[in-house]
């Protein structure tokens, strides 16, 4: 296990390495100036030289490359103050560093991550085991026709229904907005209500299908066979042998679900009006600010890297007929 964490944490170094240079170099493709963002609309030439020069922009490419690299690991000094380590510079748009954006923007993003996966895990999960336990009744026709509907929607279609049917018309909800936990529990809990009810549905529905197809195959496994002829029970059958078997596909998609959700749902805020990581994201390629657009791309492919990297070890403590090599 330990060469496997060793190994994996110098894949991901390296993917971060290049995920970086290649955001990093093809800005400069760019034909615009992004100083010119900084500057504002009664800009001078002095005032677009000074600026080039307090962000660094005189530079070859290569060299702002480099210190922005060192940057991170050591911290910088830019004409507006001190980027204590992990400095990822200074906004182009708003002078405001990077990592405090980040770490401002981080909480809401989390919070409706989180609150989404419990929803749309129990729902799902729940769903697709019952759909499998009672194979070919009413109850499987019914989840199964249920998911395959739910599974079309998107976020951006179905947030303004809900929000329409429950905000607009007859303002039974508030609009979504965040409140921190820490303020108002109850106030956190129903600015992202809506949000998580919207998530959960789309989300509920391949979980449901994934959860049925992964617990009907399970259960033609040789090894829950035997256990049924020795006269286990069919409940204890299910729950002991199937449902643990049934959890490798299952982690796969939630991993890859989790990180994304993480990194920053850009349609999810974008559709509610929450500013997140993934809205931020989205300003930054907007604004053609590239500091903050760094930012979170790195901690974005991070978090990505990181739940990929949990999801592999967890396929051996699952199954132990995996092992990591």
């Known amino acids: 296990m330990l060469q496997f964490l060793i190994r994996r944490t110098f894949g991901a170094a390296l993917i971060l390495l290049l995920i970086s240079a290649f955001t990093f170099f093809m800005f400069f493709a760019i034909p615009q100036d992004p100083a010119l963002l900084a500057c504002g609309k009664n800009c001078t030439p002095d005032a677009l030289e000074i600026i080039h020069k307090n962000l660094g922009l005189d530079k070859p490419v290569t060299v702002q490359y480099w210190i922005f690299l060192t940057g991170i690991f050591t911290g910088r000094d830019f004409a507006v103050g001190h980027c204590d380590a992990p400095c990822f510079g200074v906004s182009f748009a708003n002078n405001q560093n990077v990592w405090d954006t980040i770490m401002d923007r981080f909480p809401l993003t989390f919070s409706l991550t989180v609150g989404g996966l419990v929803v749309f895990l129990i729902v799902g999960l729940g769903a697709g085991l019952l759909a499998a336990k009672f194979r070919g009744t009413w109850l499987d026709k019914t989840f199964s026709s249920g998911s395959l509907v739910l599974s079309s929607l998107q976020i ?6 809900v929000m329409l049917a429950f ?9 979504p907005k965040y409140v921190p936990f820490s303020e108002d529990l109850g106030g956190w809990f129903m600015g992202l209500l809506i ?4 998530m959960a549905t789309i989300f509920t529905a391949n979980y449901t299908r994934m959860s049925r197809s992964s617990m009907i195959e399970q259960l033609q496994e040789e090894h829950v066979k035997a256990a049924r002829a020795k006269g286990m029970s069919g409940n204890y ?4 042998y199937a449902w643990r078997g049934s959890l490798i596909p299952i982690v796969t998609i939630l991993g890859i679900d989790l990180a994304s959700l993480l990194a ?25 600010d590239l500091p903050m657009l760094m930012g979170v791309m ?5 978090l990505i890297i990181l739940f990929n990297l949990i999801v592999d070890a967890l396929y051996a403590v699952i199954d132990p007929r995996v092992r990591l090599s």
């Open 156 to 161: 951006y279609f179905l947030g303004p229904l």
């Open 195 to 198: 949000p998580w009810v919207v």
């Open 237 to 240: 059958v299910f729950m002991r």
């Open 298 to 302: 790195l901690i974005s492919a991070s």
């Open 167 to 175: 905000v607009y018309s007859t303002g039974w909800l508030d609009k």
């Open 264 to 288: 920053g749902g850009m349609v999810t805020e974008k559709t509610f009006g929450l500013a997140g990581l993934g809205r931020l994201a989205l300003d930054s390629v907007i604004n053609k």
